[in-house]
């Protein structure tokens, strides 16, 4: 049986009739904060014993990283908090829309990148700001260019709107 896919939007949609979530984090060169979102999302995932329900992976809009791993200030941030950044960076793509539910960008900018590669409506829908799930401001700051605070603030920006996502996209218990 294939997978069923959906496109409930930031509208309130329920995900409660996938038979599995599939989320995408994406920032700019994937190596600061979607590996950070996915490596805090598949923690609290772990936590919930939803490992079979939620899926969780990273990307960026940019290509210049493709290949390598987090940037190791990110790294060592999310250690401080008890969270392992593993992988190696990737970009976003257009099948990806066919092969996850939610696309949720980093900030304005990563969120504009991705609705340039939707094809349709229903794609668009499944794209949506990550800090729109938790407290209603825009972007996830790029610490990139900035100094270490950066990157344990996007740390604990990334923690609390992954528990407000979470909350939204998890089975209801039967």
């Given amino acids: 049986m294939a997978r069923q896919t959906a496109s409930p939007s930031h509208t309130g949609a329920s995900f409660s009739s996938l038979a599995r979530v599939r989320i995408l984090f994406i920032c ?3 190596i600061c904060r979607s ?3 996915e490596a805090v999302m598949r923690g609290l995932v772990a936590e919930r014993g939803l490992e079979s329900e939620i899926e969780v992976e990273s990307a960026g809009t940019g290509d210049w990283h493709v290949g390598y791993p987090p940037d190791e200030r990110s790294v060592v941030a ?3 908090r008890g969270v392992e950044l593993t992988g190696e960076a990737r970009q976003v793509v257009r099948g990806d829309f066919d092969d996850f539910d939610l696309l949720i960008a980093m900030d304005c900018q990563n969120e504009r990148d991705i609705l340039r ?3 349709t409506d229903e794609d668009r829908e499944k794209v949506r700001l990550l800090r729109s799930s938790a407290d209603g401001e825009l972007d996830v700051p790029d610490p990139y260019y900035g100094g270490e605070g950066g990157f344990a603030e996007v740390v604990e920006i990334v923690e ?3 528990r407000a996502l979470l909350d939204e996209v998890a089975p209801t218990p039967r």
Wanted: hydrophobic residues 40%; positive net charge.
């Fill in 28 to 30: 700019l060169g994937n």
């Fill in 117 to 119: 590669l939707a094809r």
């Fill in 160 to 162: 609390r709107c992954c």
């Fill in 35 to 37: 590996p950070t979102a």
């Fill in 78 to 80: 999310a250690a401080e």
